[in-house]
């Protein structure tokens, strides 16, 4: 047995659906461009040409992702999110009830974490070049000085959110961003229209977000690894870990996918809303399991900007599985939360 076969760690649900595929059932593989990124399904079917051969699913499917950016897209324009953020101040908006089921959520996870994220964030994700325009890899970006940073922190809080109506009103010059929860909503809503087609044994991932239910036609479940920090030597990270994704989700936030150098100073693509700075917290990855990817998508964006400290005891309190890689000058520490390790297999 090989030597990372033996440090590799295990994590099981802790509950389980004993519903088996059929006889003879083989993995069929759907897959199509969303987001800015690309999805896949992978499901079980009949081992006659069955549902998973018929385009009428890869069209729904698709359809699934098409209605989230068309209503919650940053990148485009003409989304409801899009009119919304170049509405008139002082404005109320009619929002998509997929739209406002996601931004109540979101500002659900905002009040838990005292603002440590927030989708009324994104005019200082645009103005720290991670937004559609003025990026950070384009000629010409500059970071934005102290000034404009606090001119933007000033119109923080002053969303108003009527649930029940579905509606929100702009106080002018507002951006909304639900890219931290959005992909993971998208995750969902395959999984759903999955679960509306009589599917029951699938995985389905937007961008590297995954949620899986039932098992292989081996009996298996879904294995998937949890996220490693990009291009880290093994030997200073800690060991791998492998998930059983049946009836959960995963997501990982990591300040290595994308970021700048602004002279010396490395600018990662997380925003703490409170600061409107670039995180600098010594975290390089957060990963949530949960029963929902909106949620663990959310959820890890939020523990992110927190820190392992004020995040572990916000994970605590909130209940979530949630793993901590913090930077240790050339190493690399791991944080487990007790609802994670209470899926450590032993």
């Given at each position: 047995?090989?030597?990372?076969?033996?440090?590799?760690?295990?994590?099981?649900?802790?509950?389980?659906?004993?519903?088996?595929?059929?006889?003879?059932?083989?993995?069929?593989?759907?897959?199509?461009?969303?987001?800015?990124?690309?999805?896949?399904?992978?499901?079980?079917?009949?081992?006659?040409?069955?549902?998973?051969?018929?385009?009428?699913?890869?069209?729904?499917?698709?359809?699934?992702?098409?209605?989230?950016?068309?209503?919650?897209?940053?990148?485009?324009?003409?989304?409801?999110?899009?009119?919304?953020?170049?509405?008139?101040?002082?404005?109320?908006?009619?929002?998509?009830?997929?739209?406002?089921?996601?931004?109540?959520?979101?500002?659900?996870?905002?009040?838990?974490?005292?603002?440590?994220?927030?989708?009324?964030?994104?005019?200082?994700?645009?103005?720290?070049?991670?937004?559609?325009?003025?990026?950070?890899?384009?000629?010409?970006?500059?970071?934005?000085?102290?000034?404009?940073?606090?001119?933007?922190?000033?119109?923080?809080?002053?969303?108003?959110?009527?649930?029940?109506?579905?509606?929100?009103?702009?106080?002018?010059?507002?951006?909304?961003?639900?890219?931290?929860?959005?992909?993971?909503?998208?995750?969902?809503?395959?999984?759903?229209?999955?679960?509306?087609?009589?599917?029951?044994?699938?995985?389905?991932?937007?961008?590297?977000?995954?949620?899986?239910?039932?098992?292989?036609?081996d009996g298996q479940p879904w294995w998937v690894m949890l996220e490693q920090v990009d291009g880290v030597d093994a030997s200073v990270h800690p060991p791998e870990m492998m998930l059983a994704l049946h009836g959960l989700s995963v997501a990982t936030s990591g300040d290595y996918r994308r970021f700048f150098h602004d002279g010396t100073v490395r600018?990662?693509?997380?925003?703490?809303?409170?600061?409107?700075?670039?995180?600098?917290?010594?975290?390089?990855?957060?990963?949530v399991v949960h029963a929902e990817c909106m949620a663990a998508d959310a959820w890890s964006t939020a523990l992110t900007v927190l820190g392992a400290e004020a995040g572990m005891a916000l994970a605590e309190q909130q209940g979530l599985a949630a793993r901590f890689v913090q930077r240790d000058g050339g190493a690399y520490r791991e944080y487990l939360?007790?609802?994670?390790?209470?899926?450590?297999?032993?």
């Amino acid at each position: 047995m090989s030597t990372d076969t033996l440090t590799r760690r295990v994590l099981l649900p802790l509950q389980i659906d004993d519903r088996a595929p059929p006889p003879g059932a083989v993995i069929r593989h759907l897959h199509g461009l969303s987001m800015g990124t690309s999805w896949s399904v992978r499901l079980v079917d009949s081992p006659m040409p069955g549902r998973a051969a018929s385009a009428d699913l890869q069209q729904g499917l698709q359809q699934q992702l098409d209605l989230v950016v068309a209503q919650m897209s940053h990148w485009e324009p003409h989304s409801d999110l899009g009119r919304f953020n170049r509405a008139p101040p002082g404005s109320w908006q009619q929002l998509p009830a997929a739209f406002a089921e996601v931004l109540g959520f979101a500002l659900q996870v905002s009040g838990a974490s005292g603002g440590a994220y927030d989708p009324a964030a994104g005019a200082l994700v645009n103005a720290w070049g991670f937004g559609p325009v003025n990026r950070y890899d384009q000629p010409g970006f500059r970071a934005p000085d102290a000034a404009t940073v606090a001119q933007l922190l000033s119109q923080q809080g002053k969303l108003e959110f009527d649930a029940a109506a579905r509606r929100a009103r702009q106080p002018g010059g507002l951006q909304l961003d639900l890219s931290a929860v959005a992909k993971g909503h998208g995750v969902d809503r395959l999984a759903r229209y999955l679960e509306s087609q009589g599917i029951e044994h699938y995985l389905a991932e937007v961008g590297g977000e995954l949620r899986g239910a039932g098992c292989k036609p081996d009996g298996q479940p879904w294995w998937v690894m949890l996220e490693q920090v990009d291009g880290v030597d093994a030997s200073v990270h800690p060991p791998e870990m492998m998930l059983a994704l049946h009836g959960l989700s995963v997501a990982t936030s990591g300040d290595y996918r994308r970021f700048f150098h602004d002279g010396t100073v490395r600018q990662a693509h997380t925003i703490d809303p409170r600061t409107g700075m670039p995180i600098a917290n010594h975290l390089a990855s957060v990963t949530v399991v949960h029963a929902e990817c909106m949620a663990a998508d959310a959820w890890s964006t939020a523990l992110t900007v927190l820190g392992a400290e004020a995040g572990m005891a916000l994970a605590e309190q909130q209940g979530l599985a949630a793993r901590f890689v913090q930077r240790d000058g050339g190493a690399y520490r791991e944080y487990l939360s007790s609802a994670l390790l209470a899926m450590l297999d032993e």
